[in-house]
């Protein structure tokens, strides 16, 4: 599948994190071609998304990056990365970032995509692994932490 | 079509998971519903997952320890666990959900219920834990047999 399925999905998660919380996300600029399992960094949120294809980000963070995203952007002052607010911020945050490129891609290429509602995960060195589908990823960093995407479509990347 | 209880739906799936487990792997799989009396505590360090789209979206997961994966990946494979790589595990769960869900998508055809699937996925490590919105409508079963244990839940979301 063309890139252009995959790149506003960084486009997108840039822009919402600098509009939400007003921090700059290093990077972000190519996607790779991910293989095998992914190391979590802390906190993970999958959406899947369903239209004339199907596909599904995965946004994962450091503790700190989600910590400082949810007192940001909740105006409140959690120590715990755990705290089940904190896990949903970054949960609604993926919703908005995954709003925002699928109707982008809607509006260019009528792919008819509608969002599923996003799940979060935490675990102690947490693996997370995709059998049977190709996906590409994308690094970004910022000075509270570092941030990765994860986009894969049905039916790969060619 | 009558209306169906998430209960129900779950039954579908637990029950379909037993006859999948049985015909694979030669397993008798009992079920109950979780938090009843004699579930033990177990502490999941694998875990099998896909999203449902339909009218309403759902996740089902199956979540079970590292022995248990070893243990049903090597009947369902025939490869010794001692021989299994993690890969292998994931891999394993993944499909075993992905099995699991496809007869229960094919009896839930043109009913209100009907679903699509997505990829499978798998997670593993300690301390796994999923989050989802407060209150929303879920069911859980504890399937075992012998020394596999396994917990599903299915979640609207």
Not at chain 2, 65 to 94: C, F, H, K, R, S
Not at chain 2, 119 to 128: K, R, T
Request: glycine content about 8%; aromatic content about 8%.
């Amino acid at each position: 599948m063309d890139k252009k399925f995959y790149q506003p999905f960084c486009r997108s998660t840039k822009d919402i994190i600098k509009e939400m919380a007003g921090i700059e996300i290093e990077g972000m600029e190519s996607m790779e071609e991910e293989e095998g399992e992914i190391s979590s960094m802390g906190v993970s949120s999958i959406i899947t998304f369903a239209g004339t294809r199907k596909g599904r980000l995965l946004v994962d963070m450091e503790l700190g990056l989600a910590l400082y995203l949810a007192n940001t952007i909740l105006g409140e002052a959690y120590t715990d990365a755990m705290d089940r607010m904190v896990l949903s911020t970054v949960s609604e945050i993926n919703n908005i970032v995954s709003g925002n490129a699928i109707t982008s891609l809607n509006n260019s290429y009528s792919m008819d995509l509608r969002l599923a509602p996003p799940v979060v995960f935490t675990g102690q060195d947490m693996v997370i692994s995709i059998p049977k589908i190709n996906s590409l990823s994308s690094q970004g960093y910022t000075e509270y932490g570092k941030i990765s995407i994860n986009v894969a479509w049905e039916g790969g990347n060619k | 079509m009558s209306s169906i209880s998430i209960e129900e739906i779950a039954d579908l799936f637990a029950n379909n998971l037993s006859k999948v487990l049985r015909t694979m792997a030669g397993f008798e799989v009992s079920s109950i519903q979780c938090g009843q009396q004699g579930m033990p505590e177990i502490e999941p360090s694998i875990m099998g997952a896909m999203i449902l789209h339909g009218q309403k979206d759902a996740m089902i997961s199956l979540a079970m320890e590292d022995n248990t994966a070893y243990m049903l990946i090597a009947y369902m494979t025939g490869i010794l666990p001692e021989d299994l790589e993690e890969q292998d595990l994931y891999d394993g769960v993944g499909e075993l959900v992905n099995i699991m869900t496809g007869e229960v998508k094919a009896r839930l055809a043109n009913t209100p219920y009907q679903f699509r699937l997505t990829s499978p996925f798998a997670l593993g490590g300690d301390n796994l834990k999923v989050v989802f919105k407060k209150n929303l409508q879920g069911a859980c079963r504890f399937l075992t047999a012998g020394e596999l244990e396994i917990i599903f839940r299915i979640s609207y979301i």
